[in-house]
Nanobody, 124 residues
């Protein structure tokens, strides 16, 4: 299994930006479909963004389209989530996730490995 470690979370004012990183150890991320999920207090974990293993196609939940960008750096074996125009409703613990050898996008039911999560808090 690939080990995933997130970083980059923090406290930011509404309208600000953060860049989350997910460093992988033990496996190369090129063999995985990757994604970001989040869980707010009292709510279920939900999909945020995904990038496919082949072609680097991307997919986003509607509430973050145009504000968030998922990307990967194969040389650094790292996944990123650039978050702009942050809103208080984006406040959550953000998790990096990986699905091995997938042809399509990762979904919450197909995750093979989870990171430990990083807290993002957006103040109004």
């Amino acid at each position: 299994q690939v080990q995933l470690v997130e970083s980059g979370g923090g406290l930011v004012q509404a309208g600000g930006s953060l860049r989350l990183s997910c460093a992988a150890a033990g496996r190369t991320l090129r063999n995985y479909a990757m994604g970001w999920f989040r869980q707010a207090p009292g709510k279920e974990r939900e999909f945020v963004a995904a990038i496919s293993r082949i072609g680097g196609n991307t997919k986003y939940t509607d509430s973050v389209k145009g504000r968030f960008t998922i990307s990967r750096d194969s040389a650094k074996n790292t996944l990123f989530l650039q978050m702009n125009s942050l809103k208080p409703e984006d406040t959550a613990v953000y998790y990096c996730a990986a699905r091995p050898e997938a042809l399509g996008f990762i979904t919450i039911s197909t995750v093979g490995s989870w990171g430990q999560g990083t807290q993002v808090t957006v103040s109004s």
